[in-house]
């Protein structure tokens, strides 16, 4: 089993900018892959970003250019620093980790970003 533990949410002004946090302990291990992906109330859940170990990245279109993620592999940490806030970028964000050795998919339980003025 790998744990999640996520942080760095909240609320802040159209324009703003915010960074999460997420580390995984447990099973993890450095080559597993690891991304965010959010949920806005009545849409389904998105991806955001996702990280390779090898530091390779993929954004979903709507934060290209804003958004920036980046893994810390000695503190097992993968971060999401978002730039240029806006409000459609109200959601539940939630940390992902995809097992490398036994190709499984974990879940952090979400961190709350609003944006608002």
């Known amino acids: 089993q790998v744990q999640l533990v996520e942080s760095g949410g909240g609320l802040v002004q159209p324009g703003g900018s915010l960074t999460l946090s997420c580390a995984a302990s447990g099973s993890f291990d450095s080559t597993d892959s690891m991304g965010w992906y959010r949920q806005a109330p009545g849409k389904e859940r998105e991806l955001v970003a996702g990280?390779?170990?090898?530091?390779?990245?993929v954004y979903g279109d709507s934060v290209k250019g804003r958004f920036a993620i980046s893994r810390d592999n000695a503190k097992n940490t993968v971060y999401l620093r978002m730039s240029s806030l806006k409000p459609e970028d109200t959601a539940v964000y939630h940390c992902?980790?995809?097992?490398?050795?036994?190709?499984?998919?974990?879940w952090g339980q979400g961190t709350q970003v609003v944006v608002s003025s």
């Open positions: 990280i390779t170990s090898g530091g390779s990245t």
């Open positions: 992902h980790v995809l097992s490398h050795i036994n190709g499984k998919a974990y």
